[in-house]
């Protein structure tokens, strides 16, 4: 590990100031992925920012908007009241990460800004286009049962590994970043980047911007919604399939659906055709295979991971069915 500068940030302004500076410039908050990464030597930077003083947390409740700072830590939200009643789904990713420990230290910007658990990126003797471009993608034809089967390319199959940015784009959440320019507001379905021929090219935050919060519509605090979490284990482990889920009801019909799918996409994958096939109608065994085919469709399976295909069909469904109370 080589040695780094260290400086601590006193305001957003100040944060940014100190990281466009330098192109190897790193933030760091509660730390348990960044310091991860500089271990592992897939991070090198030259200067690390710790923007732990910088006024940016906290649960606000606006009257279009819930607004949650960036340096909020993921047990403070998973644990708040109105949260767990008014935004469930939002609660229940949050709780389902990680351990109790890594939630009690680990901010909010900091698991929307964590990278991929491919073993392959987290490999530093690998290939890998993430980490080198241009390199190779060895997932595509070796070990790739953790693997995307939506939106990779022939360049990169990684996962995204956050369950709580799974239950934003469900929620339709906006990402407040804070740049050179000042602060602007990214739509989170805008912010995750597709691999395409760039998979090193993850977010649309540009060099030195600073995740400062994000914003949830007001709106969606009266709608039904839940997450469920498919792993190989109960505890600290990643997704294999992951739904999020929020229902706008007119009586036992579905006016407005919002669905997303993690563990299956280098981004948290919206599934729009899926939301199309239920928008209108009941939660009739009918519609819910409907609903959980559409969800599917155009998956491009691996050697090791066409049971996801299935797996997310039935954990979509019963997601469905439980919070349209079917179940």
Known sequence: MKAFRYARA?????????????????????????????RDGLLAPDLLVDVNAVPADG???????????ALTSMAAVAGDARIRTRLPVLSEALSASASAQVRNMASVGGNLMQRTRCWYYRDAALPCNTRIPGSGCPAIEGENRWHAILGGSEHCIKVHPSDMA???TA???????R??????????GDFYRLPGSTPHVET???????????????GLTR?????????DRASFEFALVSVAVSLDMDGDAVRE???????VAPRPWRAVEAEEAVRGRRLDPDVLEAAAEAAVRGAVPREHNGFKVELVRRTLADVLARIGGKR
Do not use: F, H, M
């Open 179 to 188: 740049d050179a320019q000042g602060e602007r507001r990214v739509p989170i």
């Open 257 to 263: 659906a919002r669905i997303a799918l993690g563990g």
């Open 10 to 38: 006193t305001s957003q302004a100040n944060a940014v100031t100190l990281a466009s500076a330098d192109p190897t410039a790193v933030y760091i908050a509660g730390g348990t992925e960044t310091l991860n990464l500089i």
């Open 59 to 69: 649960i606000a409740w606006g009257r279009d908007v819930v607004r949650i700072g």
């Open 171 to 177: 929620l339709d959440a906006t990402i407040l970043i």
């Open 204 to 218: 649309a935050l540009p060099r030195g911007g600073l995740i400062v919060g994000v914003e949830i519509p007001s």
């Open 223 to 231: 709608s039904r919604s839940g997450y469920r979490k498919v792993r």
């Open 166 to 168: 799974v239950a934003l």
